[in-house]
């Protein structure tokens, strides 16, 4: 199985990440992706992007190098805001992508089964939120996992395998089991499912190794993948609700080739033959 999409991806604006967007697209077209989701931390979890960063996701190209960016967000719970998120509406509409996963130090570190999942379905129900990122984390984030798969199929909205909860050095080591469990109950109640790789540097985008061996041990198969490429991906979200502002940003090719190898345009306007360093 070969998955041409990642709907789970960070850049330095999130804080505590390593890689430019620019850099994330690179990477993903050197891989063949045809789509990312570009899904930084919302303001809650320290150091998150400002809610002015997401508004202004508009300067972003829609289409860079032929790799669709879908502007998105990975929003935390919030117990205080209207609703429910810790960023407002009006952004999240303007966003083509809502993520939406617990983090520490957000709210909810002393584990309450509960009220997690009471704020979490509350959540699902929103009608701009499209994905829960790593609903297993049972040691610091207990859910009840029927009542979210339940409510995550009458929603539509995307629960994610997060390839990173299998990564041995992740803040979430240990929680692979839970993560699977609801794989399996998402692949057998009919949920939507994606798999994410979460990267935080730029060289895990598009990477899914250990969740796709997961994926292959419960008998998750592409059809029930959301983000198998870029049309099922699209269609998917476009058939949940209007995305305004998709192409907003235009289609823009890199000036300078990844890697620092001089385009043929500008090797030819320059002084020195090509071949030699431009730059
Ligand atoms: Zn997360
Ligand atoms: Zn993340």
């Not at 009006?90 to 520490?104: K, M, R, T």
């Not at 379905?121 to 609903?135: E, G, K, N, S």
């Not at 929680?175 to 798999?195: D, T």
């Not at 190898?261 to 033959?273: K, M, W």
């Amino acid at each position: 199985m070969r998955l041409l999409a990642d709907l789970h991806t960070h850049t330095v604006a999130s804080g505590h990440a390593f890689s430019t967007l620019t850099e994330n697209a690179q990477v993903a077209r050197a891989r063949g992706l045809e789509l990312i989701a570009i899904t930084d931390h919302a303001p809650n979890v320290p150091q998150g992007a400002h809610p002015w960063y997401f508004w202004n996701l508009k300067v972003i190209p829609s289409v860079l190098d032929g790799v669709r960016l879908l502007k998105g967000c990975e929003a935390n719970l919030s117990l205080e805001s209207e609703n429910g998120l810790d960023l407002p509406d009006q952004i999240l509409a303007w966003l083509d992508f809502v993520a939406v996963g617990f983090h520490p130090h957000t709210g909810f570190d002393k584990p309450d089964r509960a009220r997690n999942t009471e704020a979490l379905l509350r959540v699902i129900a929103h009608p701009l939120v499209d994905q829960i990122t790593h609903p297993g984390n049972e040691a610091e984030f207990p859910l009840d996992l029927d009542a979210v798969v339940e409510a995550a199929v009458r929603h539509n909205v995307i629960l994610e395998l997060n390839d990173h909860s299998f990564d041995p050095t992740s803040s979430r080591a240990g929680s692979g089991a839970r993560e699977r469990e609801f794989a399996e109950a998402a692949l057998a109640a009919g949920a939507p499912l994606s798999i994410g790789s979460d990267a935080h540097y730029a060289l895990y985008v598009g990477r899914f190794e250990a969740a796709l061996a997961i994926a292959e041990e419960i008998g998750l198969t592409e059809d029930r993948i959301v983000n198998r490429n870029a049309e099922s991906v699209l269609s998917h979200l476009l058939a949940k609700r209007e995305r305004p502002r998709l192409d907003v940003g235009g289609e823009w090719e890199w000036p300078v080739a990844a890697h620092g190898a001089a385009p043929a345009d500008i090797a030819a306007n320059g002084d020195t033959e090509g071949g030699e360093r431009w730059w």
